[in-house]
T-cell receptor, first 111, second 113 residues
């Protein structure tokens, strides 16, 4: 079992849909959680990070962490074609600056 | 704007011909990382530096080496590229204290012919 599991997709949704992207993890030491967006042939771009359970909102994006279930989510409201990209989750234990990445979920938002 | 810069963006090399990829940062971050990413895969950590302290992952091939001559610059050397080394190479930085998020450069896409 990998430390971080992420469904590679692709996930195809119509414009305006609410998108839910998820990762599960097995290492209970993970305390810091990040989401990256990666457009084709570009480097990953940090979207959001959080170090606690609960929700964190930034514009159309909401990151949710459930440590009891070892499950994190990224919600995208009012999805746009420009959101089409691969979304990578990453997580670190306290004191470790080496994150563990999921393999990414490919999202396609069609007009 | 503070950023991570990688050069070149695209590199074509011949089988066995050494190549050097460069990374620079204006974020003044302590930690610099080199990742290899192949299609539809998670980035794979090759090396990282905390200041000048060098760390390579146990499964990083000997064919790969790295240098960090100062805080701002880091280089990835591939001594004898094979076809399997064709990939996107990503440089990233992080502060390295109690802040864990990484900032990535645009990547260098390496093609081996």
């Amino acid at each position: 079992q990998k430390e971080v599991e992420q469904d590679p997709g692709p996930l195809s949704v119509p414009e305006g849909a609410i998108v839910s992207l998820n990762c599960t993890y097995s290492n209970s030491a993970f305390q810091y959680f990040m989401w990256y967006r990666q457009y084709s042939r570009k480097g990953p771009e940090l979207l959001m990070y959080t170090y606690s359970s609960g929700n964190k909102e930034d514009g159309r994006f909401t990151a949710q962490v459930d440590k009891s279930s070892k499950y994190i989510s990224l919600f995208i409201r009012d999805s746009q074609p420009s959101d089409s990209a691969t979304y990578l989750c990453a997580m670190s234990a306290w004191g470790s600056y080496i994150p563990t990445f999921g393999r990414g979920t490919s999202l396609i938002v069609h007009p | 704007d503070a950023m991570v810069i990688q050069n070149p963006r695209y590199q074509v090399t011949q089988f066995g011909k050494p190549v050097t990829l460069s990374c620079s940062q204006t974020l003044n971050h302590n930690v610099m990382y080199w990742y290899q990413q192949k299609s539809s895969q998670a980035p794979k950590l090759l090396f990282h530096y905390y200041d000048k302290d060098f760390n390579n992952e146990a499964d990083t091939p000997d064919n790969f080496q790295s240098r960090r001559p100062n805080t701002s610059f880091c280089f990835l050397d591939i001594r004898s590229p094979g076809l399997g080394d064709a990939a996107m190479y990503l440089c990233a930085t992080s502060r390295g204290d109690d802040s864990y998020e990484q900032y990535f450069g645009p990547g260098t896409r390496l093609t081996v012919t």
